[in-house]
């Protein structure tokens, strides 16, 4: 017989529309509405969504449904007229056969119905113990789901075992190898570096890079340095062309500004020093400058040349090992870095770096692109021949997902008992009995058809032995 399923709670199993807003209860929609409101259950409350296909298979359900219970009417009457051919016709003993078959089949039939309607619901609706499995049961099937997840898919040796059998390092080395898929890891690279300084706010960059630089500036003493290249420049000889060009620079000045450096002469004598005396010695100094520096640009072996020489290597000696003179380094440079002009143009730094590599990324022909897609095809091709580099990475890759396994399995276990704890118990069934009910009607169909053939086997066996 065919009954209309029952909740859990004894009610019959039925969508209630009714909702409870201060204790005022709101009418139920109508029909139409009542399927809308059933096939589209939202992820609200229920954590899921009756998708047609979910439709279609409750459609195969019922149909199965209707089959399983016309076959146990159809038992059902066969054993009536069984029963009535036998006293009212006085019929021979088939009929005792076939009416034994049909009473087993119903037997059966009725047994499988109420163990299919018992994981779902309260068969009739009675609160019998052990029924309605699935909703009473469900939060304690989600950990118990979850528990079996952690015990045998998340254990160490377990993911070891099977991250060993991929052979990911030889896989990665090949599929890195091939040309289009270096370009697509390429330019994935380029799109998320794009992203990354497009998220990042300028200000709070050039404030870290400013004082990253600064600091480094301040910390490391620069006099040793500047002395050792200082004395290999004055060793190589170096600095001779940088005196060449001051000494043609300077002597240039004095041919165009003569008469400049005449009156500057003339206005500091004293002023009880007659003219034509300060201009004969102003002559007589600009004449002496001009032939000073002459000798001195077209003597490579003039006097104050070498006096340039020892200078500049005393200075490098000096600023390698004295100490006062490596003070005065640290001093100026402290007070170069102090000054504003030099942190804003350390800090604008970061402004033209940034634009410089998003210009290198959006580029396909760029240097920066072409440099990581060769180097991934190179690392491609050494990893899928190189068996220790192979070893290694899959080394590191077992080590990190061991570890996250290792220590939250609990958390990922907690996703599968969360989500089943979430999910609305009703809508769990309904769901669940989509997709195995009509496996599970067919149960009752050979519950049925199994019974019967016990039934008639029981009932042979006995008529042989006489009872």
Not at 125 to 141: E, F, M
Not at 244 to 254: E, G, P, Y
Not at 383 to 400: M, P
């Amino acid at each position: 017989m065919q009954t209309k399923p029952a909740c859990p709670g004894g009610r019959q199993d039925h969508v209630d529309h009714r909702t409870t807003t201060g204790g005022a209860a709101t009418p139920p929609p109508p029909p139409r509405a009542a399927a809308a409101t059933a096939t589209a259950a939202t992820a609200t409350g229920t954590g899921f969504v009756f998708s047609p296909a979910d439709e279609e298979r409750r459609r195969g359900v019922r149909r199965m449904k209707t089959t399983a219970t016309g076959l146990l009417v159809l038992v059902a009457l066969v054993y009536v007229l069984a029963k009535y051919a036998q006293h009212a016709w006085g019929a021979g003993g088939w009929a005792g056969y076939v009416a034994a078959a049909a009473e087993a089949g119903m037997v059966g039939a009725l047994a499988d119905w109420f163990a299919v309607t018992a994981l779902f619901r309260r068969p009739l609706g009675l609160p019998i113990p052990h029924t309605a499995i699935i909703p009473t049961k469900k939060d304690q099937l989600g950990i118990s789901l979850g528990e079996f997840v952690g015990e045998n898919f998340l254990s160490s040796d377990v993911v070891k075992a099977r991250l060993h059998s991929l052979g990911i390092g030889g896989r990665l080395g090949a599929w890195l190898a091939e040309p289009a898929h270096a370009d697509r890891v390429t330019a994935e690279l380029a799109t998320a570096l794009r992203g990354a300084l497009t998220v990042l706010r300028d200000a709070d960059v050039q404030a870290v890079v400013g004082e990253a630089i600064t600091r480094r500036a301040e910390t490391a003493e620069i006099a040793p340095g500047i002395g050792k290249t200082l004395e290999r420049v004055v060793a190589d000889g170096g600095h001779h062309r940088a005196v060449d060009l001051v000494c043609a620079k300077a002597h240039d000045w004095l041919v165009t500004h003569g008469e400049s450096v005449m009156d500057a002469v003339q206005g500091g004598a004293p002023g009880w020093t007659p003219r034509f005396v300060d201009r004969k010695i102003g002559d007589r100094v600009y004449k002496e400058l001009l032939r000073f520096v002459t000798e001195m640009r077209d003597m490579p072996e003039h006097p104050a040349r070498g006096a340039v020489d020892r200078f500049l290597t005393d200075f490098a000696a000096d600023l390698q090992s004295d100490t006062e003179t490596r003070a005065r380094v640290e001093r100026l440079k402290s007070e170069i870095l102090a000054r504003d002009e030099v942190q804003d143009v350390i800090a604008s730094a970061w402004s033209a770096i940034r634009s410089m590599i998003i210009s290198a990324a959006e580029d396909e022909q760029s240097e920066l692109r072409l440099r990581v897609r060769s180097s991934l095809m190179s690392l491609g091709a050494r990893l899928a021949t190189d068996g220790r580099l192979q070893d290694k990475v899959e080394g590191w890759i077992e080590g990190a997902v061991v570890y996250v396994v290792t220590n939250y399995r609990t958390e990922i276990t907690s996703l599968i008992t969360d989500t089943v704890a979430g999910w609305d118990a009703e809508h769990t069934s309904r769901k669940i009995e989509a997709h195995i009910g009509r496996d599970l009607q067919f149960i009752r169909i050979n519950g049925t058809v199994v019974g019967a053939l016990a039934g008639l086997l029981i009932y042979t066996v006995s008529r042989a032995f006489g009872a």
